[in-house]
């Protein structure tokens, strides 16, 4: 099957950037996919992969931010998702600010037992509301965070909400593809943004409330 041809940017265009949970992601995960194909998008390298140093990889965030110098929408996966959420309890950044949005997938519970032993660094997690719109993806089954512990997230963080199905962590294991439903949720965000409002108010609305989150992931699918 023939590669999709990239998706062109204009120069104003927000930066989609990728902040992920490792290095090694594979070219099959949905982020190098995305990466691939949309030549607005690209995934920041933090270092220190095997012992992340949560300020350092906070303060490596904030300067991709400001040196896009553009609107930015943050993905975020698994410990990326906290590291967004650390940018945002150190920066407090607000709605005419240059994060636009964020898509949060999959993030991890640092307190669940078993846990992989770089989340300590990242504990106990903000839960101060984001000051950007966002949505919070998780999966029904995934073994870093169980459904409820998301949801809560959700609530705290004044995210929307919607549910993967039963997908694992979402990663490249999870098989998702291009993940359409990702996708579908990134435009979303895409659209919320209008140009000219990089300076500006940023629309925000919040018909999914958390209290109606189950509801709002069926919606998704119609």
């Known amino acids: 099957m023939a590669s999709k041809a990239p998706q062109h940017s204009s120069p104003r265009e927000p930066l989609i950037l990728i902040v992920p949970e490792s290095e090694e992601s594979g070219p099959d995960h949905w982020q190098a996919r995305w990466e691939r194909h949309r030549d607005n998008c690209r995934r920041l390298d933090l270092g220190l992969w095997d012992d992340p140093h949560r300020n350092t990889w906070v303060n490596k965030l904030n300067l991709a931010i400001y040196r896009a110098d553009r609107p930015v929408l943050l993905v975020g996966h698994g410990l990326g998702c906290l590291t967004i959420a650390w940018w945002a309890e150190y920066e407090r950044p607000t709605p005419q600010g240059p994060v636009i949005g964020a898509l949060l997938v999959a993030p991890p519970d640092p307190g669940r037992p078993g846990q992989d032993p770089r989340l300590a660094k990242f504990a106990a997690t903000p839960r101060t509301p984001l000051p950007f719109p966002a949505y919070l993806v998780a999966s029904a089954n995934d073994p ?3 459904l409820r512990s998301a949801i809560e ?4 963080w004044d995210c929307r909400f919607a549910e993967a199905g ?9 098989g998702l593809g291009d993940w359409a ?3 579908r949720l990134l435009g979303r965000l895409l659209n919320e943004y209008r ?10 609305p919040m018909a999914d409330r958390p209290e109606r989150h189950r509801a709002a992931a069926a919606r998704l699918d119609s």
Request: a negative charge; charged letters at 10%; one cysteine or more.
């Open 144 to 146: 870093a965070c169980p």
């Open 153 to 156: 997230l959700a609530r705290d």
């Open 166 to 174: 039963a997908a694992g962590h979402l990663d490249a294991a999870s």
């Open 181 to 183: 439903l990702g996708q």
């Open 195 to 204: 140009p000219g409002t990089f300076a500006g108010p940023l629309l925000h």
